[in-house]
């Protein structure tokens, strides 16, 4: 008896740890062997909310990046709209042909000499030639001269053309009534007329030159030329501005010779 009471105690006592290792996995929701996981813990693929209730979330979402402010970018300027061609020659720097066509030619003294009649154009379409009739000026009469358009100088703010003329000029370069132009082939026609206005040429260029310089005072140049020898007179502001002009002028295609008078301004 003493035996049998010995092996019902040990079979009550293994009940006893069964039915608690049981209850302990039904209560937990876990497999028996396993550590339970409490409720408001995180779990792969799920978020904790504050009722319990799991949130299903994708498991491959990458990690919400921390909020940044978009950099601002300058507003692209909008090119204002051309409408005319007096728009267009205003913001590029050119000139219509209709704004130089009348225009009075003055000589390097700044007195009048003529005006620009018309324009001629080489296959290219680019100016050759300014049609220049000087009104009578040292008694050239009605014709008219084809002037090299090298040798212009352009002033589109005052509507005005100078040119280094002189009556020595205008007898040596060929001329043309009105009703009888010269054939736009004969070479040859146009080698006098480059030759006799070479001087004027040159005295534009180095007037062109001048006037690109930043100092002011050498816009107001006097420029005169006679067979290549450039003579330079007039106001500067120092004595660096004196040596540029002369650099400036030597640097013109058949220049032979530079005579600087200028004066240095107190």
């Known amino acids: 008896m003493h035996h049998i009471g010995k092996q019902v105690v040990s079979v009550i006592a293994g009940l006893s740890i069964a039915g608690l290792a049981w209850a302990q996995g039904t209560q937990s929701g876990t497999a028996p062997g396993t550590v339970p996981v409490p409720k ?16 299903t979330t994708p498991a491959n979402t990458p990690p919400a990046k921390p909020a940044t402010t978009a950099a601002t970018k300058p507003v692209a300027k909008k090119p204002e709209t ?3 061609t007096k728009q267009f020659s205003e913001h590029t ?19 009048d ?3 620009i009649e018309d324009l001629m154009m080489d296959a290219r379409g680019h100016i050759a030639y300014a049609i220049v009739s000087f009104g009578g000026l040292l008694g050239v009469g009605d014709k008219l001269y084809a002037v090299p358009w090298d040798a212009m100088v352009i002033d589109r703010e005052h509507k005005t053309a100078y040119l280094d003329v ?24 146009g080698s006098k007329a480059k030759t006799a206005w070479h001087d004027a040429t040159i005295t534009a260029s ?10 002011a005072t050498l816009v107001k140049v006097n420029v005169d030329t006679n067979e290549g020898v450039v ?20 640097q013109v295609e058949g220049v032979r010779k530079v005579v600087n008078n200028l004066k240095i301004q107190g």
Do not use: H, Y
């Not at 408001?40 to 949130?55: C, E, H, K």
């Not at 007898?171 to 040859?188: G, V």
């Open 82 to 84: 051309i409408s005319s």
């Open 231 to 250: 003579q330079l007179s007039g106001n500067v502001d120092s004595e660096q501005t004196k040596m540029r002009a002369t650099e400036l002028a030597r």
């Open 206 to 215: 180095v007037k062109s030159k001048l006037a690109r310089e930043k100092a």
């Open 93 to 111: 720097g050119l000139a219509r042909s209709s704004e130089i066509v009348g225009l009075s030619v003055k000589d390097v003294a700044d007195k």
């Open 113 to 115: 000499a003529g005006k």
């Open 40 to 55: 408001n813990s995180a779990q792969p693929g799920f978020t904790g909310s504050s009722t319990g209730t799991p949130t």
């Open 166 to 189: 002189s009556k020595e000029t205008l007898e040596r370069a060929p001329s043309f009534a009105k009703d009888k132009w010269p054939e736009s082939t004969d070479r040859e026609w």
